[in-house]
């Protein structure tokens, strides 16, 4: 088959088949791997899987941004929507676990953010508690996490003064690194100063709570650029190798052990998420 | 040739249906059956394809369709009591703020045995039902810290010491696995393959394979080991369900520790009764007992290659091409392929999944072969989803 563009398909793994819905046509699919699985369950409506397929969509390309201003979610939101929804399709999905996994997931963001009931969800709190106790994984919410506030400072730099001698700024790639990294509509920011330094600003992707920690870098023909996150950009200054001077570079953002979704559309994901919503 | 007409799954589908509501806390949402309750209670209590492996098929010719959809239909009363026994041991495990264990696993066939015991649930069934729960959660369980604590007292350590030596001083078998017969079973297990694996068990291709592992190097390239030789297992005086070595090298208690909780053993002589077996068991080829688990141990080795030589290979490969395109959809591309250590860690996975139906008694029909390679080929993927996922956030956090 041909399969649709990854990062704007949302995907569920069924048992035998993978059910997907690709939200730039509208157009839905499935790719049947083992048919004798599948029956059974492969006709029945699939709203819920939708649903879930949905939700995963949300959790990986929710383009939160600044720039276009799209609000991010919250993590354990999406998680505990995904757990009550797959539990709702225990013995169709590929994953015996699934539902198990997608709990693990909640309390490891619940550990991070504060529990979920935090974020002010109605019956959801109550029906995902539920689930856990019918999984056997009805542990205690976590307490609150210790708020890291002092990040900010910790990482904070200064943009390079004195003469310009040359400046550009770059299209982010959001295909190129993990959600909750950086604005996908920003813009790569970079001088190179008189010192002969070159300094790079990204504006980060808004988060739910602290951001998860990710190494991050921009990176142009013989110059990588570490960066930091400061509060709401990246930051980061190297000497500027000689041959940068000699044409324009381009920056892109690279992510260790991250292999880039080629092809995305950072407006069309915006466009998207504002038909899907939150 | 008998015409292969309809799927299994979608005839339990329908049979089940046909139960109606009475069964809705083993079912779900479409009111299909939840996947413990074929996996618990459908399949082994209900079917029984161990006894009627015709019934165990992927797909069914209409005879044996018609067989099943009566069976799971003439089993109505018991499932339905089932359903019922189960909903009064959750609201017994509640009463009791119990939060250990997922409750399926642990109350899904004791429903069915009070199912069978006293039919559907009677005026004195929430005390039956509490009754029974407590006895899931006796106290006096051997629990992996009571296993350890017996392991390290000396003189039991020196006695399983001797015995390890004893079996590993008559190791047997040898000859060489013919690569024809364990082909066949890879051709055929996705949708058959009794024949297949009887003859494999009766030449007993799985222990000559096993034996060749022997020789240096040979189970260091299949992962089962980090050294170049062999050698017997320690007692062990330490486990931690993270960060084991693989399987040949893992201690008597670190091979018994994750497991031993679930196997309802009570006192010292059901621990010895334990310990005695994995001693012995370390000492057979692919350091498993049954014939049959080494059978499914040696053609899992050979369909890990996903080579595209076998029907099982091929499916493999199709898990790991569609995994491509999901983890793209999922944003989780860390640019790996197939080849980078997946065969091992599949070899070892399925060793753990055998040795874990050894430990519990469990019957590997021909049927379950097929479900148990990608079920393993499924726990690599999402093993190395979240191993990218932690790899990320572990890489940022330095």
Same mark, same amino acid.
């Given at each position: 088959m041909t399969r649709p563009v990854a990062w704007r398909t949302a995907v569920f793994e069924g048992a035998g088949a993978l059910l997907w819905w690709d939200l730039g046509t509208g157009e839905g699919g499935e790719d049947v791997w083992d048919a004798a699985r599948t029956a059974g369950w492969l006709d029945a409506p699939r709203d819920t899987m939708r649903r879930v397929a949905l939700d995963a969509w949300r959790a990986a390309w929710w383009p939160a941004s600044r720039v276009a201003d799209v609000a991010p979610l919250d993590p354990r939101v999406l998680c505990a929507r995904r757990a009550v929804a797959l539990a709702a399709l225990d013995g169709i999905t590929d994953d015996d676990e699934a539902v198990e996994r997608a709990l693990r997931e909640l309390a490891a963001h619940e550990a991070r953010l504060g529990p979920l009931e935090e974020a002010a969800v109605g019956p959801l709190a109550a029906r995902v508690r539920e689930v856990a106790d019918d999984h056997g994984l009805a542990g205690t919410a976590p307490d609150a996490p210790p708020r890291r506030e002092d990040l900010a400072l910790a990482a904070g730099g200064t943009p390079a003064t004195g003469d310009v001698l040359m400046a550009g700024d770059d299209r982010v790639d959001p295909g190129a690194v993990p959600q909750g990294v950086a604005d996908p509509l920003g813009r790569i920011a970079w001088q190179v100063g008189a010192a002969l330094t070159v300094a790079v600003t990204v504006p980060a992707a808004p988060v739910a709570g602290d951001p998860e920690p990710v190494v991050l870098t921009a990176v142009a023909d013989g110059v990588t650029v570490p960066l930091h996150r400061a509060g709401d950009a990246w930051w980061g200054e190297v000497p500027a190798p000689p041959a940068l001077l000699t044409s324009r570079p381009v920056f892109r953002l690279v992510v260790p052990g991250f292999a880039a979704v080629p092809g995305v559309d950072a407006?069309?994901?915006?466009?998207?998420a504002r038909e899907v919503g939150p | 040739m008998i015409a292969q007409t309809r799927a299994r799954a979608g005839v339990l589908a329908e049979a089940w249906r046909e139960l109606g509501d009475d069964v809705a806390p083993l079912s779900n949402e479409a009111g299909l059956p939840l996947a413990r309750t074929t996996r618990l209670i459908v399949d082994p209590l209900v079917v029984r394809p161990v006894r009627y492996p015709h019934l165990g098929r992927a797909l069914l010719d209409d005879d044996a369709a018609r067989e099943l959809r009566d069976r799971v239909l003439a089993a109505r009363a018991d %499932? @339905? /009591?089932?359903a019922a026994w189960f909903v009064l041991m959750k609201r017994a495990r509640r009463a009791r703020r119990i939060t250990t264990g997922h409750p399926q696993d642990l109350y899904f066939q004791r429903a069915y045995e009070l199912a069978h015991r006293h039919g559907h649930p009677g005026p004195d069934a929430a005390d039956v039902a509490g009754k029974e729960v407590d006895d899931v959660h006796d106290a006096d369980r051997v629990t992996g810290a009571d296993l350890r604590a017996y392991l390290t007292l000396p003189a039991v350590a020196q006695e399983v010491r &001797?015995?390890?030596?004893? /079996?590993?001083a008559e190791a047997d078998a040898h000859g060489h696995p013919d690569a024809a017969r364990v082909a066949a079973l890879l051709d055929a297990c996705a949708t058959g393959g009794q024949a297949e694996l009887a003859a494999l068990v009766a030449a007993g291709d799985g222990s000559a394979a096993g034996a /060749? %592992? &022997? /020789?240096p190097g040979h189970a260091r390239d299949e992962g089962l080991t980090a050294h170049d030789v062999v050698a017997p297992p320690e007692v062990g005086t330490t486990a931690s369900k993270s960060a084991l070595p693989p399987p040949f090298d893992r201690s008597v208690l670190e091979r018994l520790f994750g497991a031993v909780a679930g196997l309802e053993i009570t006192g010292t002589a059901g621990l010895r009764r334990v310990v005695d077996e994995e001693a012995r068991r370390s000492a057979r080829?692919?350091?498993?007992a049954d014939e049959a688990s080494r059978a499914v141990m040696t053609a899992g080795s050979v369909a890990a290659r996903l080579d595209g030589a076998t029907d099982a290979a091929r499916r493999l490969a199709g898990r790991w091409r569609r995994e491509a395109f999901v983890r793209q959809a999922l944003r989780l591309p860390d640019g790996s392929v197939p080849a980078d250590g997946a065969r091992t860690a599949f070899v070892r996975r399925l060793w753990v999944r055998l040795q874990g139906r050894e430990l519990r008694g469990r019957d590997l029909p021909a049927a379950d072969v097929w479900d148990l390679l990608d079920g393993v080929l499924r726990s690599v993927v999402l093993d190395r989803?979240? &191993? @990218?996922?932690a790899a990320l956030a572990q890489d940022g956090a330095r």
């Open positions: 407006r069309r994901l915006v466009e998207i | %499932l @339905v /009591a089932t &001797r015995e390890i030596e004893a /079996a590993w /060749a %592992l &022997r /020789a080829p692919w350091q498993l989803r979240d &191993r @990218v996922k």
